[in-house]
């Protein structure tokens, strides 16, 4: 058990519409010779790319890029960036786009400063020092890579998502410009919107930081659910469901990409300390098994995992359910708690979020195999609040198919 918890953020956040206009003079700060960018093809040619990159070169710094990051990077793509990195050898790396981009930036960062290849690094706190500095920038609302302690790879011959969990992987500066957002096509800002959802809901009903096992002594990568990671995640639901259909719905509609960009990066500060739970735990194989995207996949799962957490912790549904803007008005217990479930539903549908794993490609003969890789990532089950079996994980993949 322990009796603290903590927080961790990036180094410093930069956030307002049009701020990445200041991106050239904070990479500045850093003094470097030579800069790496790490983004993709698509961010390219939505005209995001070129304006960051030719200011910093105005200013009189070398600039290479790397525009072959891909979505939901296999670690593939993580070799191919770390090889273009060592060309260049930079002082600063600016990765610009999702989750997925920033998380190949922060692999690239570590093996940089490190040596070795990103596999020494998986796991919880392998990473054996500071890095480099790593600025992001966020191009969807979504991971909160921006600020987290996270990087996520597929590791495409064992069909798996793989994580690496480092206080060293925060960045050093997250410029946060709702602007660059306007272009997200509709799936991927509703997508990512979820992503956003579940990682708040997660942090705010996760094992609290004083029930959970592990010894204090122990590196894990989370603290539990505790005080001010609850703060960041209650408003981070209130601002999902005030800005998340609109968002989808107009894309140019600038309150709404500005409410869903903070939203991010709120709820990535919340599951950064708090946790992530079983959601992410069933979403890592799912991911690694059948094209979905991450935010997709969590969105499938998430009511279903809110459902079975239910029992014990009712007095948090029925908080989310509030910030969702439910009527709770002659309701208590279990049913004004099982609101936060239908509002959850509500927004899945209204953004078009997939409800069936069958529809994915899954097929029912592999939900097992998918409940025991999912039992099998004992740091999100011991951050479940309701412990759960194997068995009640296959329950829940059924529930879902
Ligand atoms: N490190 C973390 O803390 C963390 C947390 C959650 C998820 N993740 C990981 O992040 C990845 C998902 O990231 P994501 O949801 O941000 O999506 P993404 O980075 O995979 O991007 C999805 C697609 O949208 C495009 N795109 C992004 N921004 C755009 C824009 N402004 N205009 C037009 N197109 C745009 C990208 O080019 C890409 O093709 C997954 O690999 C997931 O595992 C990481
Ligand atoms: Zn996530």
């Known amino acids: 058990m322990r009796d603290f918890w903590t927080f961790g953020s990036a180094g410093q956040i930069v956030f307002g ?3 990445s206009r200041r991106a050239a003079s904070i990479a500045g700060r850093f003094q470097p010779q030579r800069v790496l960018v790490l983004s993709d093809r698509i961010l390219q040619k939505a005209g995001i790319v070129s304006p960051i990159v030719t200011a910093i070169r105005e200013s009189g710094v070398e600039v290479a890029e790397f525009l072959d990051c891909e979505p939901e ?6 070799d191919a960036a770390i090889h273009a990195a060592r060309q260049v050898n930079p002082d600063v790396i600016i990765a610009i786009g999702g989750g997925s981009n920033m998380d190949v930036a922060k692999i690239v960062t570590a093996v940089l400063t490190h040596g070795g290849t990103y596999s020494d690094y998986f796991g919880h706190e392998k ?5 480099k500095p790593l600025i992001c920038l966020p191009t969807t609302s979504g991971t909160g890579s921006e600020v987290s302690h996270a990087a996520v790879l597929t590791d495409t011959a064992n069909h798996i998502k793989v994580s690496t969990l480092s206080q060293y992987l925060r960045p050093a500066v997250a410029i946060v410009d709702p602007l660059l957002t306007v272009s997200c096509p509709a799936k991927v ?24 096992e592990v010894s204090p002594d122990e590196p894990f990568p989370y603290c539990g659910k505790q005080p001010l990671g609850d703060c960041l995640a209650e408003r981070a639901i209130e601002l999902v469901g005030r800005h998340l259909e609109t968002a989808v719905r107009e894309p140019r509609n600038l309150d709404a990409r500005e409410g869903m960009s903070l939203a991010a990066l709120l709820a ?19 991911g690694g098994l059948v094209h979905v995207s991450h935010g997709a996949g969590n969105g499938l799962f998430l009511p279903a995992v809110m459902k079975f957490n239910l029992p014990a912790r009712v007095p948090e549904l029925i908080r989310i359910a509030e910030l969702l803007g439910e009527d709770l008005v002659g309701l208590d217990g279990n049913a004004a708690a099982n609101r936060a479930v239908i509002a959850v539903e509500r927004i899945r549908r209204a953004i078009g979020i997939p409800e069936h794993l069958r529809d994915l490609g899954v097929k029912p003969e592999q939900l097992p195999e998918l409940a025991r890789k999912t039992h099998a990532i004992t740091r999100l089950m011991l951050l479940t609040p309701r412990r ?10 059924e529930e879902c198919f």
């Open 17 to 19: 519409r049009g701020v």
């Open 127 to 131: 990473i054996p020092g500071p890095l």
């Open 189 to 212: 800002t509703a997508d990512s919107g979820i992503d956003a959802l579940t990682h708040a809901v997660e942090a705010f009903t996760a094992t609290r930081f004083d029930e959970l």
């Open 73 to 78: 990077p296999a670690t593939t793509i993580a």
């Open 268 to 286: 990535g500060l919340a599951f950064s300390n708090n946790a992530v739970a079983a959601v992410h735990g069933l979403e890592y194989p799912v």
């Open 388 to 397: 759960p079996s194997e068995v009640d994980l296959l329950q829940i993949l």
